[in-house]
């Protein structure tokens, strides 16, 4: 740390300040070390590790099945998106063909998942903005979510819902009904929320021209997702290379120009509004059928067929012990998660656990460019940015 | 019988450890050591649908040096270590400590080379709370358990 | 523009700095040299458009089946070019003896902390690095977790941890 080298500067006025890694206007343990000079951020290092949970470490000592529930915990805003890109790269290395209804409820899933996270960030970053109304709107919002999610899987936060080659258990029957209450709810949420912050004079002055980047230097960094969209840049996994079934729904990828905070808000606003565009079609698209593909050498069977038969009693307890197999090699698989590109880099060697798992998660290379944002504007402002970029330490550190 | 009956229904008689304890327990000022997952329930249990305020307990405060109740919130590394015990250090008497959800309790299902397993192993802990992450429900309960806890403390030890 | 294509135009530019090209899943992939990598990725991002560097990783091979421990390293160099929507994976190999290879930090600004990270995880050095040092572990911190022969439950605490099994009062 260069902390010592910066104390010396303090001859022409500046001052090392340090902010974190449990800091209360910051809602992540990140370690920032300013430079001031006065209100003005001169330099700043951004320190990070302190959720470094040794993710990758121990999916290489775990089955496949086993590291379902550890990839809840990367992105613990939205975390069936996590599952998603896990199971169907995995999926996509075995050679397995979802049927129709799992896809669908993967898709509808996943949008609930990127609502709760955008929710989620916007509800923070106006609460640390000292706008503490839209907070419990927000999160109101968000626990309807929570709940539709509940029923479905069981868990609100953590769900492990999705298994490799389908999905652990069927909608329950009141899912449907639920879920479109919900989303008619949090649009009413939205609304107000959106009343209350698009046009409040201290919101808007102190997102508009914060934390402001370049294209260039956007792409340079490696943002994706709400960032680089914010930039004009549609990039979208969903729309440029669609998995599941995305290619089927009628939605749009909103873009913002300026590449502050303000776009990053706006940006974040409407893809609430398009991911619930797509629940809604999916719900109305949903097709009958299994959710699972019929494969006992990926997907646990039905308990019936354990006790049933003496097929069905092998396979649960090869796959319960062994778990999944997947062939000898090496795949990439990316997914749109809440914050932008989600990518799986998994190794295989031929066994039932992999050789390596890399995640690229999307904040890392966003919190990577933290000192670009926040150099040469005032410290008030890194609350700001800091609240937009939506930095998940679970991903960030794994 | 007591001073109630000389002096009318406008008195009360009691203990002064009871009193004290009493005005603690419902006077929680809590300091957030959010880093994880379970922060996510943390920011269920303190809006408006499951409503802390009930407890007394709602108001969060960002500085340790004027809290007394230090939620331990998601996973502690090997890297954070220093920080939580610092943080607790740092916070005056009379001051309890709640470990929420299974990471911080015994460091969850990370048992490997970067996670401290249990925060107990740091700092003494009062309450735990199981769960990973644990339902609001759960928080509620717990906080229930540490008033209780808080109650029957004795004053001089 | 398929993989042979773009492996034919590489080579064309560069003799003898591509070892292999493959297919795997509809990730294309292309094995350079490890002197090439600054030159080949500059190429890449010039001439080809590949703006996006997605992601920089590396995997241990150590006791991999089938493979000798000769090139115990790979690095992986994810790349992405928006203009064409084509993802492109570079690898190279790294020696045990001798854990270096450039750094394209001047390339791309996000090359900076993957850098940092693959070095934290691995101890591979990147030269001309401006800052390669620790990212997630911390500095006292002995070893690179993420090598196959550290062992996944071998903690080094920073701090002195209390012994939970004794009764407090009775101490």
């Known amino acids: 740390m260069s902390l010592e080298n910066n104390i010396t500067k303090l001859e022409d006025g500046r001052l090392v300040l340090n902010m974190g890694p449990s800091h209360p206007a910051m809602h992540g343990i990140v370690r920032i070390i300013l430079t001031v000079e006065g209100e003005r951020v001169v330099n700043s290092e951004v320190e990070i590790g302190y959720l470094h949970r040794g993710f990758e470490k121990t999916c290489e000592n775990s089955n496949y099945n086993q590291i379902i529930p550890y990839t809840d915990r990367l992105n613990y805003v939205s975390p069936f998106i996590n599952e998603v890109g896990f199971v169907m790269a995995v999926e996509k290395m075995m050679g397995v063909e979802l049927p129709e209804r799992a896809k669908y409820i993967r898709v509808i899933m996943s949008e609930i998942s990127r609502m709760t996270d955008h929710l989620t960030c916007i509800a923070a970053n106006a609460m640390e903005l000292g706008a503490f109304t839209p907070y419990f709107y927000l999160i109101n919002a968000r626990e309807l979510l929570y709940q539709s999610g509940d029923m479905a899987s069981g868990g609100r936060v953590t769900p492990n819902y999705f298994r490799i080659g389908g999905t652990s258990f069927d909608l329950t029957p009141d899912f449907i009904e639920f879920t479109k209450n919900a989303l008619k709810k949090v649009d009413s949420y939205l609304s107000d929320t959106r009343k209350l912050l698009e046009r409040n004079r201290i919101f808007y002055d102190r997102l508009k021209d914060t934390g402001k980047i370049t294209r260039e230097d956007a792409v340079s960094y490696g943002f994706t997702g709400p960032l680089i969209r914010s930039v004009g840049i549609d990039y979208d996994v969903r729309k440029y290379s669609p998995y599941l079934v995305y290619d089927r729904f009628d939605f749009e990828i909103p873009v913002a120009d300026g590449g502050d905070n303000y776009a990053r808000f706006l940006v974040r606003m409407e893809e609430i509004n398009q991911s619930r565009k797509i629940i809604e079609q999916a719900l109305l698209q949903l097709p009958d059928g299994p959710i699972d593909v019929d494969d006992y050498s990926v997907r646990l069977p039905q308990k019936d067929e354990v006790y049933g038969s003496i097929e069905g009693l092998i396979s649960h307890f090869k796959l319960t012990f062994e778990g999944p197999k997947t062939p000898k090699g090496e795949i990439y698989f990316a997914v749109e998660g809440a914050n932008g590109e989600l990518g799986y880099y998994i190794v295989s060697d031929g066994t039932h656990k992999p050789w390596r798992v890399k995640v690229r998660p999307p904040c890392f290379p966003v919190t990577g460019a933290l000192p670009r944002l926040i150099n040469g504007g005032y410290i008030a402002d890194i609350v700001a940015t800091f609240g937009q970029i939506n930095m998940i330490g679970g991903e960030l550190e794994r | 019988m007591g001073l109630e009956t000389i002096f009318g229904k406008s008195w009360a008689t009691s203990k002064m450890e009871y009193v004290i304890n009493w005005a603690r327990k419902f006077s929680f000022f809590d300091y957030p050591f959010v880093t994880a997952c379970c922060g996510m329930e943390f920011m269920s249990t303190f809006a408006s649908t499951y409503d802390i305020a009930r407890f007394g307990a709602e108001f969060p405060r960002f500085s340790p040096r004027q809290a007394d109740v230090l939620f331990v919130v998601g996973t502690v590394n090997q890297k954070l270590a220093p920080v939580l015990r610092m943080t607790y250090e740092q916070m005056v008497e009379p001051k309890w400590v709640l470990s929420f959800g299974a990471c911080a309790t015994s460091g969850g299902f990370y048992d490997n080379y970067a996670v401290v397993d249990g925060i107990d192993k740091i700092i003494p802990v009062d309450v735990y709370i199981p769960g990973c992450p644990p339902r609001p429900k759960a928080v509620l309960d717990a906080l229930i358990k540490l008033q209780e806890h808080v109650q029957r403390e004795k004053l001089i030890k | ?171």
Not at chain 3, 45 to 52: L, M, R
């Open chain 3, 1 to 171: 523009m398929k993989i042979m294509e773009l492996a034919g135009i590489i080579k064309e530019k560069f003799e003898k700095s591509i070892l292999s090209s493959s297919v795997f899943y509809d990730n294309e992939t292309i094995v350079i040299r490890k002197e090439d990598v600054f030159d080949v990725i500059k190429f890449l991002k010039d001439e080809q458009s590949f703006d996006f560097l997605m992601d920089v990783t590396a995997v241990d091979y150590k006791g991999y089946p089938d493979r000798n421990d000769e090139t115990r390293f790979e690095i992986v160099y994810n790349l992405f070019s928006y203009k064409n929507n084509k993802r492109l994976i570079i690898k190279t190999l790294v020696d045990e003896k001798d854990l270096t290879v450039n750094s394209i930090t001047s390339l791309y600004h996000s090359a900076d902390w993957h850098e940092r990270e693959v070095y934290d995880m691995f101890g591979i050095k990147f030269i001309n690095h401006p800052n390669l040092k620790r990212i997630l572990m911390y500095d006292e911190f002995v070893g690179h977790p993420l090598r196959k022969d550290y062992p996944f439950k071998k903690r080094q605490p920073r701090i002195n941890l209390r012994d939970v099994g004794k009764n407090e009062e009775e101490e």
